[in-house]
């Protein structure tokens, strides 16, 4: 570490050829004494209780960063590591039509699998699990290998299969289009497994696309039909009789940075007031531009779930849906599945690096 320009404001230093500059308010925050933070890793002080710092002196000894402060008196020491941190990125993003099947006999068992599972559905959006036990719960028994389960008003799990007199489109043999659950919720679940219980003898393919990197992607070819997306907020309703729920969102949600960080898409719970902003033309023209890239991304992976197989997929991210099949006998295709928690994947992969 080479000690570059100090001020009473900032101080500027070179970390493995790179400059850092590092302002008083924030070097005084991270100060990780013992009287500025805790064993726990927790931070016991509390930059505003005192008049705003300024650096009166600076060096650098054995490689560290050594700071007293004023009016306040208080000495720091920055070792190069805490000073080069950087918020997490991304993890490249890797296509769907990439993965591979994670046995559960290894994933229940081993932490190694375990990790290697997570991180597709960490970099994909979407991990894949065979030979799962084919009994009533056990999707919940593969979420808890990681996760809490998220109970909603459809329960701890809930069936998706074909029913006489469905009540929900997805409760029919007909096919369902590419869509994310719930976002009429705030906040949207935001880990979704879907366990196959029996399989359909005809169709019902499961179809699963990365929606944030269609998003991406039109944000740089139809930069006019983005800005639309991301900025009208639009509702989502959902209304059984027993539970209303309504959410109001943009179907492209970003960060501060500008990058898309979620997608709220379902045609079923989308509701538009004759006055809304999204009720244009305009908005409409948007609206099916991004959802036909969705049906027609190159990168869309169909499959044919068989008994056993298990999906888990970040609901923010991946959209899925169905081909329709044939309900025969009335006990063809049933899928078992609950939600989870997208931070508990990251969490336990963090904790490994």
């Avoid at 990125?89 to 229940?108: D, I, N």
Wanted: hydrophobic content about 40%.
């Amino acid at each position: 570490m080479e000690l570059l320009e100090v001020s009473e404001r900032s101080i500027t230093v070179e970390l493995d050829a790179e400059r850092r500059t590092c302002e008083a308010s924030w070097l005084r925050d991270h100060c990780r004494c013992e009287a500025c933070w805790s064993p726990s890793g927790q931070r016991i002080f509390e930059v505003w209780r005192e008049p705003e710092p300024v650096i009166e002196h600076a060096e650098v000894d054995g490689g560290d960063l050594v700071v007293r402060f004023g009016p306040t008196p208080h000495l720091s020491t920055f070792n190069p590591a805490e000073l080069a941190a950087r918020p997490q990125e991304r993890p490249p993003a890797r296509s769907l039509r990439q993965l591979t099947w994670h046995a559960w006999s290894a994933v229940a068992l081993d932490d190694g699998a375990l990790l290697s599972f997570l991180a597709d559905v960490e970099a994909a959006g979407l991990g894949l699990v065979s030979e799962v036990p084919v009994v009533d719960g056990q999707v919940a028994v593969v979420a808890e290998r990681f996760s809490p389960v998220l109970e909603t008003n459809y329960g701890r799990t809930f069936d998706v299969q074909a029913l006489p007199d469905p009540k929900n489109l997805a409760s029919s043999d007909l096919g369902l289009a590419l869509h994310t659950d719930n976002p009429y919720r705030e906040p949207v679940p935001t880990l979704q497994l879907l366990h196959c219980l029996r399989a359909s003898g005809e169709g019902g393919s499961s179809r699963f696309v990365d929606a944030m990197a269609v998003a991406t992607q039109l944000q740089e070819d139809d930069p006019e039909a983005f800005e639309l997306l991301s900025t009208t907020e639009v509702s989502f309703v959902f209304d059984d009789g027993f539970h209303r729920l309504e959410a109001r969102a943009p179907l492209i949600e970003l960060d501060a940075r500008g990058e898309v960080r979620a997608i709220r898409h379902n045609a079923r719970a989308l509701r538009l007031q004759a006055d809304d902003p999204a009720s244009s033309n305009r908005w409409y023209s948007a609206y099916c531009t991004f959802a036909r890239r969705l049906e027609a991304d190159p990168g869309l992976l169909e499959v044919t779930l068989a008994p056993g197989d298990l999906v888990c997929f970040d609901n923010r991210r991946v959209l899925h849906g169905r081909t329709a099949f044939q309900n025969r006998t009335g006990e063809d295709r049933l899928l078992q599945g609950c939600y989870a928690a997208m931070d508990a994947v990251r969490s336990v992969l963090a904790a490994q690096r």
